[in-house]
């Protein structure tokens, strides 16, 4: 059962923004609802009002501009997964969206609230860092960009103040030459653990790898030093390092030990996953298969 | 029987106008922000067929169709159907005559206990109209959202399969079933 | 038994289940769907502590907010008997001076909606002293724990239990003793002996449908409408701790949403009746999910088994001790502790037994009924225990098997029924189901499994067939619908008895005061013992159709047969509306059949088995190295079952059995830390998804008409999850040399048994 709330449903990120002002921290905003309104439902959090933001049409819509994908922040899951141009353009994001929670979830849940709600049990953050994408809050004086690493602060606890609406996500295409896999490992109903990977190479030249670990620690977060032990190498020195590299990982994902698994299991499956998703991307950026590149313009 | 209490005040005082086709049939009603949809089916609409299970959108018992689009009664607010078009179970069948799922279902076992099976045939309903030729692979992806205890799935699977293979026939009686 | 005449017309068939079209529509009405006119709401105060003395309860705020009509402790209810227990009348209504569980009952609030009792209930504020609390076997077990129970009072609702043997100054509530031959001289006799230990966590039925109930007091009557799988039971308890007659008390019983075992005996009805009494309105009680996994759940298990074998595979000598972790109030733990007890040797021959198995209260949620009554965790240890004896005897775990099961006739244990199906040949079914033997891929693994289950025994069962003017029958039986298809199989049987077609036969819904005793919806006992009754009172139906008949047609009783709805012969042929119409002289009256079942009493647990259950497995893994991950390709369930009555539904309830199996087995855990239970809900237990479906999933029937039942039928339904833990266990033993003695098998518990696997190698 709910605690009661009223509805504030503003139509433009202008109206938002003053409703947050005047309302502080009695109001909420509210897009999908899906994790936000499970919380209430179980006493977490209380609110005298719910700002609905599904009634701004600035933060809907997806296009593609400049080589990136720009992504409204109530854009949910299943239009992700289901849009033939993040399909054709961004098919790891599109998969990865394919894979969230189950589909009543992706069909309400949006990529915004997922962001903001900060749940360290979650896919979208841990496979967008890898592709560098950053976030847009507007203010009442205008919009500034923040990189999604620092978005992302600790557990449920976002860069985003009080006088702020995060109104799109921004995701640029990759490289040439570059492929990106998201692999997860679950046991219970969120995601356990989630590693991406960003492979630029041509045969047997790994040029640049970046690497992104989520659910096991406070954050999702980017392993900039693994990323150094595997980049501008040979493919054989990559294979050999990459035990060594899966280990740094591990330690450097700073998992914590809850119900999906202890510390110690999931540092050593963030090795496992990234040693499985390096080889995946590798040779889909050698086939120049999935190459997520994105040419010209066009509305999702 | 219907629960009328939102005319005579809310905890808010806000009370929100809405209007929304159910199964067919269009109604008007008072609500208050705070009620789930879950709520204004079973309690103020009388339709009991949704269910409630775990209450936290991971079994799909409550699984109804809002446009089309497979969501979770439980957890979604009541007054985001409005203008909107609902299905719940009661509204699959055309008065005595089955949906090829339900019959489906009722021929291959696909249910015992039956609880999770309003939920679990609207679920289908929409995953086959998104794909109307799915593999088994894509049905399992889809439907991992519905949970059952009885049956174990296999039958809820088959169930599915044969009336993808039904509703494709009529749909172009020409073609032979496989 | 008499052979049949002619071909069975609907037994041995499939038809549509009676219920499917309501369920399918979503018009079938279950208990959470029901409303009574003028009902009201109620909620529940839970302790949050595990272990806590009550001092004092303020209920000033609670009682004055808006739609409170009533707030309720165990002192404004001390005009009945505030106690119940089907083993121990042990658990207060509502906790009296102490609370032994978080998520223990301790205030109700009732209201004019489920929001306001709910808002009111947080609106209380009780005092507690907070006691040390037991949550483990060790704790509950250890020379100085706390105990739960300081004096035990016997409920009398058992024959097998008239003898509890709880011992005094610990927290054992139950010790069940069995023994045969001498245990010494067994070991003296092994050449190699095995020492293994096993455990089985604590794990939740989650049936889609929580507990609800509805109770209405007045007129000296009560009605309840319960999710219960025992109306009569629940009937006797009400009856007892409110002094009203039996005649008086009436539970109706609607479809329930899934059971296995959470709904029985008594729960919440004497709770939602004594505050319906109070307030003087028909009051609902609907449990949260989170609230019904504080409600009920399966005992936890350790597992001791010491078995002395020959070297050529022979067992010798087994010594069981196990001790079955129950929860704050005794429920069945008792029985659970006996019946599964009893079957500690599995079903193979073993000259000497000597089986201990311990009930042990702890301060956590019940642990109640729950498929297959706590044989799975025996079989858990002694279906594992075989294969790690094979291993190294060197012998091939079938054939090791084959040595031991015992054969069709031989005894299991004096006094009782014999076995009574091909153990050898349903295992040699299920071996070759899975092609075992042949090779498989490196990282593949099979594993055979099999397992004995008493039912319960004896029991009674009565029922009536009415036939109405027009030929048309209904049933009235004690058996619930839960989901096993109860309602289209005992009507398939009187539709057979009776030559109608099944359109004809209706099985009116439990009802305690319309429907004849039955004891219970539960042991796979339905379909072969009300099935016995409702075709005995089929079969006294008959008899007086045959001799109206023979009266009317001027022919002799011998001519006569009953076919399409008549009886005919060769000097004509009435319908049976014919012959109901010339009898009474109008068109109306009926006649009425009666019938019963009444099981054996005697040694060694009180009741001689009508049946034995027995069920077997063979499963095939393949296990990811890397992760730990199991991935089960394919799995054979082989279900004894007699004769099927309606196939379809024996093969749907072996095929939930095993998912339900396959749930304890690698996923399902409730984890308690500080007496606290960590995951209550589905996002953190993890419930089997139609994602885990083996690649191929196939119940085989074993139909050798060699059951008491009708036509030879024998009880399953709990055979499919009995056998599954340890055939995947043994699978993945075969596939990765590792072998788990600790359920679930996670992946992160199958990677640290390789890695410690893999330590020990290289030592």
Known sequence: MLPPFALEEPTSVHEALALRARYGETACLYAGGTELLLTMKEGLLRYERLINIKLIPELAGMALED?????????????????????????????????????????????????????????????????????????????????????????????????????????????????????????????????????????????????????????????????????????????????????????????????????????????????????????????????????????? | MTDNRAHHGTATGQVLSIHVT??????????????????????????????????????????????????????????EARHASLLTIEGLAQGEALHPIQEAFIEHGGLQCGFCTPGMILAAKALLEENPAPTEEEVKHYMRGNLCRCTGYKRILESIMVAARRLAQTHNPGVLET | MEPSASPLHTVGTSPQRLDAREKVTGRATFISDLRVPGMVYTKLWRSPLPHARLRAIDTTAAASAPGVLAVLTAADLADCDRYFGPAYKDQPILAIDRVRYAGEPVVAVVAHSEREAAEAVTLLEVDLEELPAVTTLDEALAPEAPLLHETLRPAGHFRDLANLRPIAGTNICHHFHHARGAIDQGFAEAEVIFEDMFTFPMVHHYSMEPHVAIAQVGNDQITVWASTQHP??????????????????????????????????????????????????????????????????????????????????????????????????????????????????????????????????????????????????????????????????????????????????????????????????????????????????????????????????????????????????????????????????????????????????????????????????????????????????????????LELAAEQLQTHIAHLTLRDGGVEGPSGRLSYAEIIAQHFGLPGGELIGRGGYRGERGAPLGGVAPFWEVSLAAAEVEVDEGTGQVQLHRYISIADVGKAIHPQQCEAQEEGGVMMGI??????????????????????????????????????????????????????????????????????????RVRLTALPLTPERVWQAMRGAQAHRTA
């Open chain 3, 663 to 736: 749930g304890h087995t690698l996923f399902e855990e409730m984890i308690y830390q500080d007496g606290q239970l960590l995951n209550p809900g589905l996002l953190d237990y993890r419930i089997p998804t139609i994602t885990d479906l083996p690649g191929d999933l196939r119940s085989i029937l074993v139909e050798n008409a060699d059951g008491p039942g009708p036509h030879g039928s024998k009880g399953i339904g709990e055979s499919g999850l009995m056998p599954t833990a340890p055939a995947i266990a043994n699978a993945i033993a075969q596939a990765i």
């Open chain 3, 232 to 545: 009569f039971p629940v009937r006797k308890e009400l009856a007892e701790m409110f002094g009203l007659p039996l005649a008086r008390v009436q539970v109706i019983v609607p479809y329930l949403g899934g059971a296995y075992g959470n709904k029985s005996y008594t729960k919440i009805e004497p709770l939602v009746v004594a505050l319906a009494r109070k307030v003087g309105c028909p009051v609902r009680l609907a449990l949260t999910v989170e609230e019904s996994f504080k409600t009920v759940r399966r005992a936890a298990a350790r597992v001791r088994l010491k078995t002395g074998v020959k070297r050529d595979g022979t067992i010798v000598a087994r010594q069981c001790t196990a001790h079955y972790q129950i929860g704050a109030y005794a429920d069945v733990g008792p029985r659970v502790a006996q019946k599964a007890g009893y079957t500690a040797g599995g079903p193979y021959r073993i000259p000497h037994l000597h089986i201990d198995t311990y009930a042990v209260y702890s301060n956590t949620v019940n642990s109640v009924a729950f498929r297959g009554y706590g044989v799975p965790q025996l079989a858990w240890a002694y279906e594992s225990q075989m294969d790690i004896m094979a291993e190294r005897l060197g012998l091939d775990p079938l054939d090791m098997r084959l040595k031991n099961l015992l054969r069709r006739g031989e005894v299991f244990a004096p006094g009782d029924l014999p076995i009574d199906a091909d153990l050898p040949g349903d295992l040699r079914r299920a071996a070759a189901a899975i092609g075992w033997g042949q090779p498989l891929p490196r990282g593949r693994g099979r594993g055979l499994a099999c397992v004995i289950k008493a039912p319960l025994a004896p029991s009674v069962a009565s029922a009536l067939v009415r036939m109405h003017a027009d030929g048309s029958v209904t049933l009235l039986a004690g058996t619930v619908e839960m989901g096993q298809g109860a309602r289209t199989v005992l009507s398939q049987i009187v539709a057979e008895e009776l030559a109608l077609p099944l359109r004809w036969v209706r099985l009116a819904q439990p009802e305690s005061g319309t429907s004849p005793y039955d004891q219970a919806t539960s042991s796979s006992r339905s379909t072969t013992l009300v099935g016995l009754a409702l075709q005995a009172a089929a079969r006294d139906l008959r008899q007086q159709l």
């Open chain 1, 67 to 300: 080589g990136a994908l720009h992504i409204g922040a109530i854009t949910t899951h299943r239009m992700l997964e289901r849009s033939p141009v993040v399909q054709r353009h961004f098919p790891t994001v599109a998969e990865m969206a394919a894979h969230v929670a189950n589909v009543r979830v992706r069909e309400v849940g949006t990529l915004g609230g997922n962001l903001c709600f900060a749940e360290p049990h979650a896919d979208p953050g841990t496979l967008l860092l890898v592709y560098d994408a950053s976030v847009a809050l507007a203010q009442q004086g205008g919009t500034h960009t923040l990189a999604l690493e620092q978005f992302f602060v600790g557990p449920f606890e976002v860069a985003l103040a009080d006088d702020e609406i995060l109104t799109a996500i921004r995701v640029p295409a990759l490289p040439a030459h570059t492929a990106a896999v998201y692999l997860k490992y679950g046991l219970l109903e969120r995601p356990s653990v989630g590693v991406a990977v960003a492979v630029t190479a041509l045969p047997d030249q790994v040029q640049e790898v970046r690497i992104a670990v989520g659910c096991v620690g406070p954050t999702p977060r980017r392993l900039r030093d693994v990323e150094g032990l595997l980049s501008q190498k040979e493919l054989p020195e990559v294979r050999a390092t990459l035990d060594a590299a899966g280990a740094l990982a591990g330690s450097a994902a700073d998992a914590v030990t809850d119900l999906h698994g202890s510390a110690e299991y999931k540092a050593y499956l963030v090795g496992v996953l990234l040693r499985r998703a390096f080889e995946r991307a590798y040779q889909q950026a050698i086939r120049g298969d999935v190459g997520d590149t994105a040419r010209g313009r066009g509305t999702a």
């Open chain 2, 22 to 79: 159910v199964n067919g049939h269009a109604h008007d009603v008072l609500i208050e922000p705070y009620l789930t949809l879950i709520e204004l089916i079973r309690d103020r609409l009388g339709l009991t067929g949704t269910k409630k299970s775990c209450d936290m959108q991971v079994c799909g018992a409550c699984t109804v169709l809002l446009n089309g689009r497979p969501v979770s009664a439980c957890t979604m607010l009541a007054f």
